[in-house]
């Protein structure tokens, strides 16, 4: 005994020892490797169970119990029988004997040693193991030790780790299936025993003349007078011990739920019990207690009770989140719906004491959390399967949520809601459009309450109505976590422009999405709710004009007084979001529905005309204020708002112009002349950017979406014109030039609406366009004669500069007409055939100046995407081969290896140039696949085929995928007549080397860590399959299927990539169903034969349990299987002590 007693204060003073703070991490590792050796050897269990049962050192007792943990779950298999009994008889005795005096976390941790055990040997071995759980539960001593035990149970058994083999994890979630019912039976009866004893004793409070709470709604959700007389009883008041009983017992029903199916186990008694529980969340007079006491316990108790609301509700929410319901428990559930808003309606009652935000705000925030949970849950999984019932009272439902989300104490709090609302508003809409018969039956029903919804969503996002709330939003800074993800380059732009907003605009973006989606349902009352309060605002702003002053520095809007610019800030504050819910109805005008509501639109976009005119005109962005800190930005802001406002109207001009516009051409024409009366005097480098750039857009939309035919002869465009080309002019920050540019492109390029051809006048446009794009390019031409001499540091600079501007207008320019005529693209390319020319000129010059190279590759791709067929064969030609003679192997280990992610920039474009030309169909580009192949294979493959990053692989393999699947008969050459005498095609094969290489480096890209890359080439695989039947090629067949197959099921057994598993499976089976004989007779046998750790018989096993079966579920089925089972066979192995004899 001695030894272990000397053991033991050895490790108390070592343990203390490595927790000090003076000791080093030398001396921590060196303690560490000693208690590890300690732990590894045969029989130190023994120890620690002496450890375990005479220290009170709490690192002691845990590094014990760590010991076991280890021995249990990786050493058991070769631990003897009669130490195996005498562990599972030592542990519980221990756990029973000092379960009271434990720290809490070294008991939670000896409890799930034992069920470790559990999990091992219950039931052969360890038969009594869940009897002792339920007995513990059962006698009062020991119920709350129980309930633990039986949460880590369900923790652990129900769905556990892949330390075990499959058959395993079967027997043990079936060995639960059967305690399910005792389990809940015991669990029910726990609850309703405290629950009954305490409310015995609730003293029942005098009536107060707020206290008939079951009034008519309430008997209407809940259909029986009982039901709601017994949640109206008054919520005990529970002892410390019952409080910590129930905490558990709820804790055990909410990971239950989280795994057992839905069935008549789940009682209604136990059901009613819950929410019984529930109600301690929403009952605010518990606070009101603790707070009037004052005592810090009882202010915990408080909290505790609180807890046990939250508890409760996740036990609700466990099972709503269920979204198969057998038809035996469809009744349950309403009585849980029911019941749940019987505690809505509790939640949000008004009495003379409180309002309901201050009731809401006096409730705990994750109750409050829970409950909005509840709700989306109901509204997205069961309304569709409620709302049939007659007895439930949808609309009395959504009023309740109404108040609920309107008096949320918090703006997270209210998002939440109003995405529940977007759920509603979503179903409604597909439910209407799959039931067009009663479209207005249903849309009656629910009309009340979306027009108070939509008029309320508005409310809230003006600062008459709400200023104390939008005031405390934020819009300066940018979402934080959004900004860190934006900062490690992590997001990708498209989602950019959603996620880069401040507080403020995410709120506005949120309601108006609302706003928009009440409009497709009730277009009529939305506008008719909309427009007044827009046109309110607009008073104000048009009314400004009266109190503009000229002094001696130019206009002075004459409003001084504190009160009065505070007003005038709030009123244009809710003017710019209105004009921005206008904008977003603009797409519920056009289309079917164009005729129905011209006159509302027509409104509409002519007082947006005026706006914009009467803002440009009296220059109200350069005008000096009180408050210049705040009015200032607020005047631009509007004015950029009004111009965005009438962009989004530009497709409602657009049909106005080909439907009407014949009969009342003059309307029309005075709508476009005015507005680009407006946007003129705005395109000047002296206007601030954020209203520059709404000017131009708009400007782009007339040019491309609406296309009048007299925009060109307009003075004020003609201006425009004439400001570009003027060489002299101060030039435009370069985004607002690349708008202006494109926008006169289109006016000369895009084909007028409603005109024949023979009225398009293209030689006229066609010479304009010419001379607007020499004027444009003028010095960007002139760089030809001066590119090869060498160029001082100063003088690049500029060229670089000459270079970017103008590359970056033309590109924008190609791309916008892409998609258009053939005649567009003519024009386009005739204008630009010289800059061309002169580009292709210069690229040797820069060819080692990464940053130019990018911009010109580029535009040369987007010339590749646009307009390759008016650029014709020999110069495309032309173009590739001055580029294959450019990116030399050296100059392509230059750009990827030395000039960082420019550099591979500019290879990613190269070889995206080569994916548009390998697509092409037809045979004007084959001559050019032998050197894009050899480039690929040979030059630049080997420099990045070693390389961890992910940069150029990506574009690397997607031009591998198109050489593939856009020239098949490059390497296949099948004739018809062929495969119909043969019934199968075995074709020639040509160029095998190179399909081979292709092939070698898809399967090397498996082996790799990247999963993006991984989860792009398996998809390519498997595309090559499904359009040319890649798998049923002899060559794959013969000489590589077996060796995919291989390299995806040890991606599977070391979980490199496991959130590619389902796709990893169904291509392991699309490639083993081309020859299932194959695999079963000698894949399968030589894989199991070539996998190390595991001994003969335990490869028996595995081949015998993967079944032969061909369907796709039972294969992918078998494969999770063999894997699961592989792991785990060669876990238990590693863990065996030297010298083990297996049997």
């Known amino acids: 005994m001695a030894s272990e007693e000397a053991s033991l204060r050895a490790l108390e003073s070592l343990m203390t020892e490595f927790f000090h703070n003076c000791t080093t991490n030398e001396r921590k590792r060196e303690i560490e490797e000693l208690l590890n050796n300690f732990a590894q050897q045969i029989g130190a269990w023994r120890f620690c169970l002496y450890f375990l049962s005479s220290t009170r050192n709490d690192y002691v007792m845990m590094y014990s119990l760590t010991v076991f943990e280890n021995l249990i779950n990786k050493m058991w298999l070769g631990v003897p029988s009669q130490d195996k009994m005498e562990i599972r008889s030592c542990l519980p005795k221990l756990l029973l004997a000092h379960h009271k005096t434990l720290p809490y976390f070294i008991r939670n941790k000896l409890c799930k040693v034992i069920v470790d055990i559990g999990r091992q040997d219950w039931p052969m071995f360890y038969h009594d193991f869940f009897t002792n759980i339920l007995q513990l539960i059962q006698s009062p001593v020991t119920t709350p030790l129980g309930l633990i035990m039986l949460k880590t149970t369900s923790e652990e058994l129900a769905c556990p780790r892949e330390d075990l083999s499959v058959a395993r994890k079967e027997e043990l979630r079936k060995l639960l299936l059967d305690q399910v019912q005792t389990v809940l039976g015991l669990l029910t009866g726990i609850l309703e025993s405290i629950w009954d004893k305490h409310s015995a004793t609730a003293a029942t409070p005098p009536p107060s003349p707020t206290s008939g709470e079951s009034g008519d709604l309430l008997s209407s959700l809940l259909q029986s007078p009982s039901a709601a007389k017994l949640l109206n009883q008054p919520i005990p008041i529970l002892d410390t011990e019952s409080e910590c009983i129930c905490s558990l017992a709820l804790e055990c029903l909410a990971h239950l739920f989280s795994w057992i199916p839905l069935s008549t186990s789940i009682t209604p008694s136990l059901l009613t019990t819950i929410f019984h529980f529930a109600r301690f969340g929403c009952d605010t007079r518990v606070r009101k207690m603790s707070?009037?006491?004052?005592?810090?316990?009882?202010?915990?108790?408080?909290?505790?009770?609180?807890?046990?609301?939250?508890?409760?509700?996740?036990?609700?929410?466990?099972?709503?989140?269920?979204?198969?319901?057998?038809?035996?428990?469809?009744?349950?559930?309403?009585?849980?719906?029911?019941?749940?808003?019987?505690?809505?309606?509790?939640?949000?009652?008004?009495?003379?004491?409180?309002?309901?935000?201050?009731?809401?705000?006096?409730?705990?925030?994750?109750?409050?959390?829970?409950?909005?949970?509840?709700?989306?849950?109901?509204?997205?999984?069961?309304?569709?399967?409620?709302?049939?019932?007659?007895?439930?009272?949808?609309?009395?439902?959504?009023?309740?949520?109404?108040?609920?989300?309107?008096?949320?104490?918090?703006?997270?709090?209210?998002?939440?809601?109003?995405?529940?609302?977007?759920?509603?508003?979503?179903?409604?809409?597909?439910?209407?459009?799959?039931?067009?018969?009663?479209?207005?039956?249903?849309?009656?029903?629910?009309?009340?309450?979306?027009?108070?919804?939509?008029?309320?969503?508005?409310?809230?996002?003006?600062?008459?109505?709400?200023?104390?709330?939008?005031?405390?939003?934020?819009?300066?800074?940018?979402?934080?976590?959004?900004?860190?993800?934006?900062?490690?380059?992590?997001?990708?732009?498209?989602?950019?422009?959603?996620?880069?907003?401040?507080?403020?605009?995410?709120?506005?973006?949120?309601?108006?999405?609302?706003?928009?989606?009440?409009?497709?349902?009730?277009?009529?009352?939305?506008?008719?709710?909309?427009?007044?309060?827009?046109?309110?605002n607009l008073e104000v702003y048009l009314g400004?004009?009266?109190?503009?002053?000229?002094?001696?520095?130019?206009?002075?809007?004459?409003?001084?007084?504190?009160?009065?610019?505070?007003?005038?800030?709030?009123?244009?504050?809710?003017?710019?979001?209105?004009?921005?819910?206008?904008?977003?109805?603009?797409?519920?005008?056009?289309?079917?529905?164009?005729?129905?509501?011209?006159?509302?639109?027509?409104?509409?976009?002519?007082?947006?005309?005026?706006?914009?005119?009467?803002?440009?005109?009296?220059?109200?962005?350069?005008?000096?204020?009180?408050v210049p800190s705040v009015l200032k930005p607020d005047l631009i802001d509007v004015h950029a708002q009004s111009l965005a406002a009438l962009q989004a109207y530009a497709h409602w001009l657009a049909q106005f112009y080909s439907e009407v516009h014949r009969q009342n051409p003059e309307q029309f024409i005075s709508l476009v002349s005015t507005t680009l009366e407006a946007i003129t005097p705005l395109i000047s480098s002296k206007v601030q950017e954020k209203l520059l750039l709404s000017a131009c857009h708009l400007l782009v939309s007339l040019a491309t979406t609406v296309r009048p035919v007299f925009l060109i002869s307009i003075p004020a465009v003609q201006k425009v014109f004439n400001r570009i080309t003027d060489t002299s002019a101060q030039q435009l920050p370069d985004k607002a030039q690349v708008l202006v540019c494109r926008a006169l492109s289109n006016v000369l390029l895009l084909p007028w609406p409603n005109l024949p051809e023979s009225e398009q006048q293209w030689a006229v446009r066609s010479t304009n366009h010419a001379s607007l794009i020499s004027a444009l390019t003028r010095e960007y031409r002139q760089l030809k004669s001066n590119a090869i001499l060498p160029q001082r540091k100063v003088q690049l600079e500029d060229t670089k500069v000459i270079i970017h501007q103008t590359l970056s207008v033309l590109e924008d320019i190609v791309e916008s007409i892409s998609g258009e005529s053939t005649k567009s693209r003519q024009i386009c390319y005739q204008s630009l055939q010289e800059s061309v020319q002169v580009s292709l000129a210069l690229f040797p010059a820069f060819i080692h100046q990464s940053d130019v190279t990018d911009e010109m590759l580029s535009f040369f791709l987007t010339l590749f995407q646009g307009l390759r067929v008016q650029m014709g064969v020999p110069f495309t030609e032309q173009i590739i081969q001055t580029f294959l003679n450019m990116f030399t192997r050296e100059q392509l280990a230059e750009s990827i290896l030395h000039e960082g992610s420019t550099g591979c920039r500019v290879v990613e474009k190269f070889l995206k140039i080569l994916q548009v030309v390998v697509q092409e169909p037809g045979q004007v580009f084959k001559p050019f696949l032998p050197s894009v192949i050899s480039l690929c294979m040979e030059q630049v493959y080997p420099i990045i085929a070693e390389r961890s990053s992910p940069d150029v692989k990506a574009e690397l393999f997607e031009l591998l995928f198109r050489v593939l699947h856009h020239n098949w008969r490059y390497f296949f050459k099948s004739s018809v007549l062929a495969s119909v005498q043969r019934g199968v095609a075995e074709e020639q094969m040509e160029n095998e080397a190179q399909f081979s290489a292709i092939m070698q480096a898809f399967g090397q890209s498996f082996l790799q860590p990247d999963i993006h890359l991984f989860k792009q080439n398996l998809f390519y695989l498997e595309t090559l399959n499904t359009k040319q039947k890649l798998y049923h090629k002899k060559i794959f067949r013969t000489t590589m299927l077996f060796q995919f197959v291989n390299v995806l099921l040890q991606v599977l057994v070391h979980k490199s990539h496991d959130l590619l598993q389902e796709e990893i499976g169904i291509a392991t089976y699309n490639m083993a169903s081309v020859d299932f004989d194959g695999f079963y007779s000698a894949f399968l046998p030589e894989f199991l034969a070539s996998c190390d750790g595991v001994d003969s018989n335990q490869k028996n096993v595995l081949g015998r349990n993967f079944k032969m079966d061909r369907d796709l579920p039972s294969f992918t089925q078998n494969v999770h299987r063999l894997v699961n089972d592989l792991r785990y066979y060669r876990l238990c192995n590693d863990s065996l002590p030297p010298g083990t004899v297996k049997l």
Request: hydrophobic share 40%; proline share 2%.
């Open 291 to 536: 707070s009037v006491n004052g005592s810090s316990q009882n202010s915990v108790l408080g909290q505790e009770r609180g807890r046990l609301g939250v508890l409760a509700m996740s036990c609700i929410n466990e099972l709503m989140s269920k979204n198969c319901v057998p038809m035996e428990f469809e009744e349950y559930l309403l009585r849980m719906f029911q019941q749940t808003f019987y505690l809505l309606q509790k939640i949000t009652k008004e009495n003379n004491a409180h309002t309901v935000k201050s009731r809401l705000e006096e409730l705990d925030e994750s109750y409050i959390e829970k409950f909005t949970d509840f709700l989306r849950l109901f509204v997205s999984v069961h309304l569709r399967r409620i709302e049939s019932y007659s007895q439930f009272p949808v609309v009395e439902f959504l009023a309740l949520l109404f108040k609920y989300t309107f008096h949320q104490p918090t703006h997270e709090g209210y998002f939440s809601c109003l995405d529940i609302w977007t759920l509603f508003l979503d179903y409604l809409t597909s439910k209407i459009k799959s039931r067009l018969a009663d479209k207005e039956a249903v849309l009656n029903r629910y009309e009340d309450a979306l027009v108070l919804l939509l008029t309320e969503v508005l409310n809230r996002i003006q600062f008459r109505y709400n200023q104390a709330q939008l005031e405390e939003l934020d819009d300066e800074t940018l979402d934080d976590d959004v900004r860190s993800r934006v900062e490690q380059g992590q997001l990708q732009v498209q989602i950019l422009t959603l996620a880069l907003q401040t507080e403020w605009q995410r709120y506005l973006r949120q309601s108006l999405e609302v706003v928009a989606k009440v409009m497709e349902l009730l277009p009529t009352h939305a506008f008719s709710t909309l427009f007044p309060v827009l046109q309110d």
């Open 544 to 626: 400004l004009q009266q109190f503009v002053v000229t002094s001696g520095t130019g206009h002075r809007l004459n409003i001084t007084a504190e009160n009065d610019c505070r007003r005038l800030h709030c009123s244009l504050r809710d003017l710019s979001s209105l004009l921005q819910a206008v904008g977003r109805l603009a797409e519920y005008f056009i289309g079917d529905v164009f005729a129905a509501r011209f006159n509302d639109a027509l409104t509409v976009v002519e007082r947006l005309v005026k706006v914009t005119l009467y803002g440009s005109q009296i220059k109200l962005y350069n005008i000096e204020t009180a």
